[in-house]
């Protein structure tokens, strides 16, 4: 178990409206990730952390945002959800030498109507 | 543009039988992995190979990385169901701290 927990597990919003992701870990872990996962698309980088205050874009960023002001929580915000967004979004942690070694949270599956 | 591409996309066998699925990509990557997911959780990573041409084991699951470090496969002896899930591969660069991952194989097995 490496300590992530993602809230909420499920939502439903509509159009427009903006919606927060969390990521919290129990690890102190340096880097963390967002994805999210479509079928015939598989998992795609959000954005990523390398501490705090530090992230960057990953290959489908528009759209969100994020922001990492402790270690432990990291937070996927949708300024203005589009149906476009909906979707399963994972949040993974790499723990400090473990090498492109992610560990993921059980997933965030978002609707947007 | 997808990166990794994996097949077959989904498979579904009877228990005992064996199987390979692939992972293959025009990139060299410095390291592949690959993860299992069961339905309602998040990937979980069985293996890392770094090295062209390297063979791991884990119980019934043989993996390889292509000696051009550009592919990879997994083959399973004796499937049981509880092999059942999600394969992913995902592919790094060493001193680029994001991974590329494949579409998956859907991998059912039959009791």
């Known amino acids: 178990d490496a300590g992530i927990t993602q809230s909420p597990r499920h939502k439903v919003t509509e159009t427009g409206t903006p919606v927060t992701l969390r990521c919290h870990q129990t690890e102190n872990h340096r880097y963390m990730y967002w994805y999210r996962q479509d079928p015939g698309h598989g998992l795609r980088l959000i954005h990523y952390s390398y501490g705090v205050k530090d992230t960057d874009k990953g290959e489908v960023s528009d759209g969100y945002s994020v922001s990492r002001s402790k270690t432990e929580d990291f937070l996927l915000t949708l300024e203005s959800a589009t149906s476009s967004q909906t979707s399963v979004y994972f949040c993974?942690?790499?723990?400090?030498?473990?090498?492109?070694?992610?560990?993921f949270g059980s997933g965030t599956q978002l609707s947007v109507l | 543009t997808q990166l990794l591409e994996q097949s077959p996309q989904f498979l579904s066998i009877q228990e005992g039988e064996n199987l390979t699925v692939y992972c293959n990509s025009s990139s060299v990557f410095s390291s592949l992995q690959w993860y299992r997911q069961e339905p309602g959780e998040g990937p979980v990573l069985l293996v890392t190979v770094v090295t062209g041409g390297e063979v791991k084991k884990l119980k019934r699951l043989t993996f390889q990385f292509g000696d051009a470090r550009k592919d990879s496969s997994l083959h399973i002896t004796a499937a049981q169901p509880g092999d059942t899930g999600l394969y992913l591969c995902?592919?790094?660069?060493?001193?680029?701290?994001?991974?590329?991952f494949g579409t998956g194989t859907r991998l059912t097995i039959i009791p």
């Open positions: 995902a592919g790094g660069y060493f001193g680029n701290e994001k991974l590329t």
């Open positions: 993974a942690i790499r723990p400090t030498g473990g090498r492109e070694k992610l560990f």
